[in-house]
């Protein structure tokens, strides 16, 4: 038998996937078009709800992939069907035949310049979520202000918003938004922090209690509203209008950051890689699972396997729950085969 499997995307979806392969006997190969494995979570700073560092999150897989092949900077030329296998090819020309292929290739972020009023790359202090990432990862980013005495995240970036042409709620954005404020105020503990939100969707373990924490240990602000209005004052700052809906009134604030959540969207290339092997994908541009209760990991299409964000948003403990039952979906296929 044929034991090598190729799973498309070297996130933690993809590491996984590997991880439990190989302990399972069999020979996964990751291809990843990045210059390095991790994906998204190599980007965050640390994860909520426990504030645990991404790195310790990480770290445990190099040794765990150590004897797995991993290519990098490979992308997918094409994949065929053999009689019982796939073809693949890569991008640096190389064929390889695997018995199963498992997608994982995650997400991207809604473009927040998609919405003009909010005025991302157009005002000085107006960052996404993912450049406050980076800043808590390198503290260089001169949108950032040195001493910032009011900031604002706007939640449901490019999420639940038709005009946006997303209408699904992008999961992870109100408890990144609870975490990324929480860090912000650790940093600056005397600026005043405020969440404008349409409601909070706080669906996991410990994530009310972070909220609570939030407003009683830190002091962070909620306003439940829609922003609809964002402009640069004279002086350089950041002014939000919106309307506070809990107690009936408009409210304008000045602030001298502004961070935008951006919410995950389907990754591109979802349908190219779709489209190559005859797999639908979802009205949203995620891959379709088989069905949404207790095949998520697995596709229409005998021997190919879903782990991860590429099918829709999640945690990363969502995700790597997914990515065992991806590698115990192929491991069950690969004995039913024999
Ligand atoms: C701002 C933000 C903060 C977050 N913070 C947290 C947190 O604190 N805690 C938490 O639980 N979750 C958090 N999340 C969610 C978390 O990022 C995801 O759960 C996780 O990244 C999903 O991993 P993944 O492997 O499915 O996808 P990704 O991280 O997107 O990885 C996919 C990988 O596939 C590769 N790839 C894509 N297409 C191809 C292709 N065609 N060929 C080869 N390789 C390809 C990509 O380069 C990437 O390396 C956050 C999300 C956001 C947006
Ligand atoms: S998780 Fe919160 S911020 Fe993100 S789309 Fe859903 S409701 Fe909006």
Redesign the pocket.
Known sequence: MNNKILI???????METARQLKALGLNPVI????SS?????AQ?H???PDMTPSRKVLEPYDEALKDVEILLE???SSINRLQKDYSVVLSNGRTLNCSAVVF????R?FEAERKEEYGYGIYDHVIT??DL?AWFNTRSDERVPAKPSAIGFVHCVGSRDLKAGNTQCSK??CI?AI?QAIELKEQFPNSEIYCFYMDLRLFGKKYEDFYINAQRDFGIHFIRGRVSEVCETIDGRVQVKAEDTLVGKPVKVKLDLLVLMSG?VC?K?NQA?AHSVQMPVDDDGFFRSKDNIISITEADRAGLFY????TGP??????VAEARSAALNVYNYLKGRK
Do not use: D, M, Q, R
């Open positions: 498309v995307g070297g996130g933690i979806a993809g291809v990843e078009k990045s494995l991790g994906g998204h979570v965050w640390c994860l909520f490979t992308e997918i994982a290739t995650g997400f972020l979520n993912k990432e992870v954005c990144t975490k995950i990754n290339e890689l782990a991860g964000t590429c999640k945690t990363v403990p969502e995700t």
